[in-house]
């Protein structure tokens, strides 16, 4: 299995790491750490020697209750830190958006994969943008809006009700002749999900492994965490870890953390183990 962006072809055959670059004032967890433009390029330029092969860089939080910004404030989060990082690092650039103008701008700047947490349901030009693009493009699958989306949702079936949203918009950038080996799948954990969705996700990772397209999951440091283990966010390093690890067993092939060369270890031995090579004995 493959995955184009851009000039670049990643083969699937390891574990991916992409590394989390808020340029925020709050998103949950860092928000506020990187919202200057110099501290944002300095962490920018770690996340890659941490050993993450994708940075993913995101100006608007999306955390459960957030407020959108608008449009012009969003571009000028994020576009002159993609500029930067775009002539530094090795790694592509992805970024953190569902509209298609934030888009347009990262992609002309250096980014080289969009990661849309709506699946162009909230701006539908949006799939203009990635059809007159190369670039690498993340579906995801979420229920509602971010505002909202925690507000009492519910599933009969969470499995089959993401498998056929994928299905549904598979089929449309397929009718609208986009690469799907563009298209990277992320079944959204903790985007209008309960507690027991986000677990009936992890636990049926590999039903999503019929589409043959990599599976992206995003477990770092969320709430359901803190809910099942009673930890506030700056404790849930260790089983942000073991969720990773354990994804990573059942099928998923990159990872979206906030704890790049930690979660990389941790995913790393595993996969080692599993391989059984470069092992000295």
Known sequence: MKWKIKNRIFKIDRPFIMGILNVTPDSFFDGGKYFDIDKAVERGIEIEKEGADIIDIGGVSTRPGSSPINEDEEISRVIPIIKILSKKLKIPISCDTFRSKVAEKALENGAEIINDISSFSIDERLLDVIKSSDCGYILMHMKGIPETMQINPYYENVIEEISKFFENKIEIMRENKIDIERVVIDPG?????????????????????????????????????????????????????????????????????????????????????????????
């Open 189 to 281: 954990i903790g985007f209008g999900k309960r507690v027991v969705d986000n677990l009936e996700i992890l636990k049926n990772l590999n039903k999503f492994k019929k589409f043959e397209r990599p599976i992206l999951i995003g477990t770092s440091r969320k709430s359901f965490i803190g809910k099942i283990l009673n930890l506030e966010v700056e404790e849930r390093l260790e089983p942000t870890i073991a969720t990773n690890v354990y994804a990573f067993l059942k099928g998923a092939n990159i990872f979206r953390v906030h704890d790049v060369k930690e979660v990389k270890r941790g995913i790393d031995i595993i996969f080692k183990i599993e391989k059984n090579e470069d092992i000295v004995y």
